[in-house]
């Protein structure tokens, strides 16, 4: 999904696709041909191009199904050196089943989903409140209208990081009784006007809300802690893991996996380090924000950050505390008999 951006951005207008970090990502991914390279985030295919135009064969995943069209070109243009398989990146390791090269993450929701209204992601777009990546599961209308107000606060608060998120859930509860949330605007108005905006205040009043929501609606940290695990198996020794994120939960997950993954532990505080597990990664240097330049061009990429890892020879193994990786306990909401 390339082309994401900062928190404003993020989940507001419409904006050209661009792919954000491109030439760090190839940097650090340095694809070759008769490597296996997988994009786990396919979208408008900005990163799956410029990798296939550096040789290598590519696999790309997306769980949108209205890329779909986008792959059978891709499909065209490069026969069998593309394949599309479609699904979570959660699962890559299932789905592929060769060892890979590198994989590249581009975490977050898409410029194409954005721009279209009717997909419910952005306030400045009237549209259906909706947020599903997948298109499948219950919606973020679902949540809205149906979640009980302390778990309305966390979504908010933890997964938003609004300040004010118990007072928009205590608005939230009270109007819903009179009339449910069904758009996008009525909900981004509501807010404003619980909120309204001050002077000099850059960002919509309805920013972080939204946000809290499309993260809870398609568990995208729990499929980031997942697909960081799922790549660990899936990637052969030396084979690289680069991933770009676009706000500061998504980059201590992956700040945090890797600095775990990439320094050996003690088996108890009574025992020497090197006798805990290998490494199973190393860091390829400090991670990587957007130049000025692309900043001013592309001001998704304003909040953007590259991390990446090369693979070592070490077993794969199992994260033993997601929620020491930073994952927020977010996943009390139980709607209509949880219908995800």
Do not use: C
């Not at 859930?169 to 009525?186: H, K, L, N, S, V």
């Not at 945090?256 to 490494?279: I, N, Q, W, Y």
């Not at 240097?285 to 692309?294: L, R």
């Amino acid at each position: 999904m390339a082309g994401h951006g900062d928190v404003s951005s993020s989940v507001g207008g419409p904006a050209r696709h661009i792919p954000v970090l491109l030439d760090r990502v190839l940097e650090k991914l340095a694809p070759q041909p008769g490597e296996t390279i997988l994009d786990g985030t396919f979208g408008a295919g900005g990163y799956s191009r410029a990798i296939l135009n550096r040789g290598a064969d590519l696999i790309a995943m997306d769980r949108d199904p209205a890329v779909a069209a986008t792959a059978a070109d891709f499909a065209g243009e490069y026969g069998a050196r593309f394949r599309f398989a479609p699904g979570n990146f959660s699962v890559l390791d299932k789905v592929v089943t060769e060892p890979l090269d590198g994989i590249v993450l581009d975490i977050g929701v898409s410029s194409m989903q954005l721009d279209q209204a009717e997909r419910g992601f952005s306030f400045q777009q009237d549209g259906p409140l909706d947020m599903r990546m997948a298109q499948s599961g219950f919606s973020a209308a679902d949540v809205v209208n149906e979640a009980d107000i302390k778990e309305l606060t966390r979504i908010f608060g933890l997964l938003g990081e609004e300040k004010q998120a118990s007072r928009i859930a205590r608005m939230i509860g009270q109007r819903r009784m009179e009339q449910p949330f069904t758009r996008t605007g009525d909900l981004a108005k509501a807010i404003a006007d619980l909120m309204p905006r001050r002077a000099g205040e850059r960002i919509h009043p309805a920013t972080r809300a939204f946000q809290g929501l499309r993260i809870f609606v398609n568990d995208e940290l729990g499929e980031l802690v997942s697909a960081l695990e799922a790549a660990e198996r899936a990637l052969k020794p030396r084979g690289r893991l680069v991933v770009v994120t676009f706000h500061s939960l998504e980059d201590r997950i992956v700040k945090r996996f890797m600095l775990s993954r990439s320094e050996a532990k003690a088996v108890s505080r009574h025992m020497p380090v090197t006798d805990g597990p290998s490494p199973t990664f190393e860091r390829m240097g400090a991670a990587v924000s957007a130049s000025d330049d692309e900043a001013a061009t592309n001001p998704r990429a304003r909040s953007a950050r590259l991390r990446a890892a090369r693979r070592t020879h070490a077993p794969a193994r199992p994260i033993e505390n997601r929620k020491a990786l930073g994952l927020p306990d977010v996943h009390a909401l139980r709607i209509a008999g949880d219908r995800r």
